[in-house]
């Protein structure tokens, strides 16, 4: 694996046991920030699945584990509806001193205070969603759950 990919880790595993759950086998699905693609790669079939990174180290990776992926920031050039959309945001707070504008940061840095991602996410997710489809963001003890509840 490159080492500018985020490689898997017990936060993958958890997003890949909750999504097999949800998933249906018509369900169009997207995963945003799909590093490695483990995660989209290991899902049950669907009817279509769709997955987006910024890195292109990421992307890279995710192709080549057979994953239908596309370098954008979110869903950005994206036009279709998904049943499910699927994301583990980059989450640490990272003030701008701290930065190093590198790839793998780009799954790391959640903005300084950790949710600036996460509140970019949420508020394109109605643009995502099918008019019954699901998310499932995966949250970090670092961020919250006020984020979500104060956002949606």
Known sequence: M????????????????????WIRPGDKVLEIGTGSGIVAASLPPCHLLVATDINPYAVHE??????????????????????LVLFNPPYLPTP???????????????????????RIFIALLPGMLCVSG??????????????VGSIC
């Open 2 to 21: 490159h080492d500018q990919v985020y490689p898997p880790q017990e936060d993958s595993w958890l997003l890949l046991r909750a999504a097999c759950k």
């Open 62 to 83: 995710a192709y080549a584990r057979g994953v239908p992926v596309i370098r954008t920031t979110m869903n950005m050039g994206i036009r279709e509806c998904f049943d």
């Open 96 to 118: 701008p001193s701290e930065r190093c504008d590198d790839w793998l940061e780009c799954a790391l840095d959640g903005g300084a205070d950790g949710n600036e991602v996460i």
């Open 134 to 147: 699901s998310a499932l963001l995966l949250i970090s003890s670092l961020n919250g759950t006020g984020i």
